[in-house]
C-alpha cells in the first residue's frame, strides 16, 4: 500500500520519495506511511504542506466540523476552501500544522495498535483524537490541545501528553 502513497512525479532533488496523499487510499493510510517515513521524507512534506482535500478529509475521519479543522491549524476558512476545491497544497504554518495533526493522530493508532486492552479492538483513534483535543486538559494548565497544535512546539507538548497517556504516567 506504501508504494501507491509515493508520488511518482517530481521528486526533490535529493531523491528522497515524497509522500502525497491519495484519498483512494484514505486518511488513516497516510497517516501510517507518514508515521513510517523516513526523517527527510517528513522535510519534504513540511516544505511541501498538504493537500487542501486532505484537511477536509480529515476533519471526517476526525468527526470534527471543517470550519474546526481549519480554525485549529489556523488556515483560513476561504483559503482552505480554495484550495481543497482547486486540488491544490496547503503549505506554511497551516501545512505545517497538519502535518502536526498528523503526527498525533499516528501516535494515537500506535497507542491503540500496541494496547492489549480488550476495548482497543475496533477503537477508532481517529474520533478518540477529535474528542480528546476539544476537551481541556488540567496537564496544559486547563488548555485544550486543539488551541496548540497550529505551532510546531505546541504539536509537541501535545505528543508528549499523549505519550504519558500511553504508559500511564497521566491521570
Do not use: C
Not at 70 to 94: D, H, N, Q, R, Y
Not at 115 to 139: C, H, M, N, V
Amino acid at each position: 500500500m506504501l508504494h501507491h502513497l509515493l508520488a511518482k512525479t517530481a521528486p526533490p532533488p535529493d531523491g528522497v520519495m515524497f509522500i502525497a496523499y491519495q484519498r483512494a487510499e484514505g486518511v488513516d493510510a497516510y497517516v501510517r506511511a507518514v508515521a513510517g517515513a523516513t526523517p527527510m521524507q517528513i522535510v519534504e512534506i513540511e516544505r511541501q504542506g498538504v493537500q487542501g482535500i486532505f484537511i477536509k478529509d480529515l476533519s471526517k475521519r476526525m468527526d470534527l466540523s471543517a470550519s474546526r479543522i481549519f480554525a485549529i491549524l489556523g488556515v483560513p476558512k476561504a483559503t482552505a476552501e480554495k484550495k481543497a476545491a482547486a486540488g491544490e497544497w496547503v503549505a506554511g504554518s497551516g501545512g505545517q500544522a497538519a502535518v502536526g495533526m498528523i503526527k498525533l493522530l499516528g501516535i494515537a493508532q500506535a497507542i491503540a495498535d500496541n494496547s492489549t486492552a480488550a476495548q482497543a479492538e475496533g477503537f477508532d483513534a481517529a474520533k478518540w483524537l477529535g474528542q480528546w483535543i476539544e476537551r481541556p486538559q488540567p496537564a496544559l494548565g486547563g488548555r485544550k490541545p486543539a488551541d496548540l497544535i497550529d505551532t510546531p512546539t505546541g504539536v509537541e507538548v501535545v505528543a508528549r501528553l499523549l505519550g504519558s497517556i500511553e504508559s500511564g504516567a497521566y491521570q
